[in-house]
């Protein structure tokens, strides 16, 4: 039996890629544009994970599938296989946040660590918004300023349309000549980070916004 494999945003992205085929199912393309949209799927997902053994790669291999059945099957056989979020404890969170010595923490025993990319909670008696994700085998948080907007945006983190929330952190950058320097920065993202967590499929901007912020 092969060990898991496949990150959250992974398993996001594949059942994106099966969504397209199905789409294009349904308006009865002709039957050589439906295999193409097949065979770059199937590509797509094949390069997602390129350490992939041949069995895995066996695994992830759609080429073969017909039925919306078949496609269910597929995803329910992959997601036993989902890596889940590195288990974390409070005192580490409270490590994570040493300044903060009003530190609102999550319930960690409610939160369904098989669906998240990245953990994120509010704090809205200070409008703070509170995120970590494993950055190089590291896990790395960042305190944010949060300020609901009830309108809706391309989220930052997930590239999706929805309901967003402005966000805006200062970033560690210093410069010798001006000790008074800071750089802040703001996104748009997901309201609701559990919505953001099951449709982020690439997490290249996420990552980047923690370099940037904690100048790592």
Request: one cysteine or more; hydrophobic letters at 35%; glycine letters at 2%.
């Amino acid at each position: 039996m092969t060990e898991k494999f496949i990150k959250n945003e992974q398993l996001n992205f594949i059942k994106k890629q099966i969504a397209l085929i199905k789409d294009s199912t349904k308006k009865n393309v002709p039957p050589t544009v439906l295999a193409a949209v097949i065979d770059l799927a199937n590509a797509k997902i094949l390069d997602l994970i390129p350490n992939a053994s041949l069995d895995q790669q066996e695994m992830l291999d759609l080429s073969r599938l017909k039925t919306d059945a078949e496609y269910e099957q597929y995803i329910q056989r992959i997601s036993a296989f989902l890596l889940p979020f590195p288990k974390i404890s409070e005192q580490q969170l409270k490590k994570m946040f040493p300044k903060n010595k009003k530190l609102k923490l999550p319930d960690l025993s409610r939160i369904d660590h098989s669906q998240l990319t990245y953990l994120s909670w509010n704090d809205l008696r200070y409008n703070k918004k509170f995120i970590v994700y494993e950055q190089d085998g590291k896990m790395a948080g960042i305190e944010c300023k949060f300020t609901p907007t009830s309108k809706y945006n391309i989220c930052s983190f997930c590239n999706c349309f929805g309901e967003v929330a402005y966000f805006s952190t200062v970033t560690k950058v210093k410069k010798s000549k001006n000790p008074d320097y800071y750089k802040a920065i703001g996104n748009l993202i997901c309201a609701d980070s559990s919505e953001c967590n099951k449709k982020i499929t690439n997490v290249e901007y996420l990552a980047t916004f923690l370099q940037d912020s904690l100048g790592m």
